[in-house]
């Protein structure tokens, strides 16, 4: 078992020397991968119950003169509109993207348009709509054009959703078709992964969780990792700062643990009531550097009843 876990250790360290802060960015296009939901015959919020289940969208029937957005595609529920064609009625979209764990500096442009009118969100924050999606319809024509919606968000996955009204008119499909087009940008950043060992040299890594206690933890360095750059006022174990020696210094030591010639960081915890339960298996430490760049470990832990 311990040499099955120190050759993962070797390969973890191996990844963490060419890893390295980044700023990423992706572009989204509606497809069929997006979900839909309804319709319904009357307006709902999104994540209104009324709602019901998803649907994956399907490729529609693209009006002549709806304007293209290559490489996105018109999306809705049905090839052709069915059902209420002639009434009002609401769609809604989603489309969900993962970023990367604690993903920060998020923010793009949601470059959408529809027939009739669109509300966006993300995350369950309004953006922007263009068209009465709630209310009395105003026909202006609002499928001719797309619209951008500037974002910010945070979190390591976004929602992106999207409410559309057809409005009432023709019961002819190919007179009052409804549909949904958008391309989506999204920057942001990845923090920078490190190498810890709460602990060192133990597995697992056992601890009372009792409050006076000091627990360990080794932030290792790399070629590509200073650990003389970690801002150690911001190095946080799950929630717990650094600990104060009684002359105001932080408990921390510079010393090559593991013997690979570069210098490793050992800060020390006092454990609190609440932070850690039996049954716990793994811990996280987060911090920045003094340059703002954000990082973090993941490391075992075994938590004492
Ligand atoms: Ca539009
Ligand atoms: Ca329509
Ligand atoms: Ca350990
Ligand atoms: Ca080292």
Redesign the pocket.
Known sequence: MKKVISFALVLIAIFSMTASASADSQTIYSDTSVTVFGPLDEYKPINDPAWGAAHQAVLTWIHPLWPALDPAFWISNTYYIEGNIAGDTWRMFRKTVDLCENAYDISGTITANSDNAEEVYVNGTFVGSEGTVQGPADNGWWWQTSKDYPYEATGDTLVFDFIVRNYAGSSYPESNPTGLIFQISVNYSCPLEVVIDIKPGSFPSCFNNNGNGLIPVAI???ESFDVRDVDLSTVLLESLPVAMKPNGKYMAAYQ?????????LVVKFQDEDGVFEPGDEFATLTGNLFDGTPFFGVGDICVRP
Not at 256 to 264: A, F, I, T
């Open positions: 290792f360095g790399s090559d643990v593991d013997l690979d010639s570069y210098e490793d």
